[in-house]
Nanobody, 119 residues
Framework: QVQLVESGGGLVQPGGSLRLSCAASKSIFSIYAMGWYRQAPGKQRELVAAMTSGSITNYADSVKGRFTISRDNAKNTVYLQMNSLKPEDTAVYYC?????????????WGQGTQVTVSS
């Protein structure tokens, strides 16, 4: 099992920046993939950005060029740097880890952190 704890959310004005952190309870070097999802009120949860253990990244079209996912293996932490934030980025952001175990993939989720972009 993996426990994930997010931090770094908050209220920011349009055009501002935030950095989210996701601390994992085990070495992320061995985790198949980690990513960030978000869910706005009344909408489905959607992928924002993901990174495999081989550092292959994937971004939602809506955040390309503005958000960057990165990781620090020594700290077992994954980050989401969010720049040029827009009101439509407002959502609860969730950290996700996909673990490969005995040939099966398992999903783990953090508790979520609120990001609000508003003037």
């Amino acid at each position: 099992q993996v426990q994930l704890v997010e931090s770094g959310g908050g209220l920011v004005q349009p055009g501002g920046s935030l950095r989210l952190s996701c601390a994992a309870s085990k070495s992320i070097f061995s985790i198949y993939a980690m990513g960030w999802y978000r869910q706005a009120p009344g909408k489905q949860r959607e992928l924002v950005a993901a990174m495999t253990s081989g550092s292959i990244t994937n971004y939602a079209d809506s955040v390309k060029g503005r958000f960057t996912i990165s990781r620090d293996n020594a700290k077992n932490t994954v980050y989401l740097q969010m720049n040029s934030l827009k009101p439509e980025d407002t959502a609860v952001y969730y950290c996700n880890a996909v673990v490969l175990n005995d040939g099966r993939l398992y999903d783990y989720w953090g508790q979520g952190t609120q990001v609000t972009v508003s003037s």
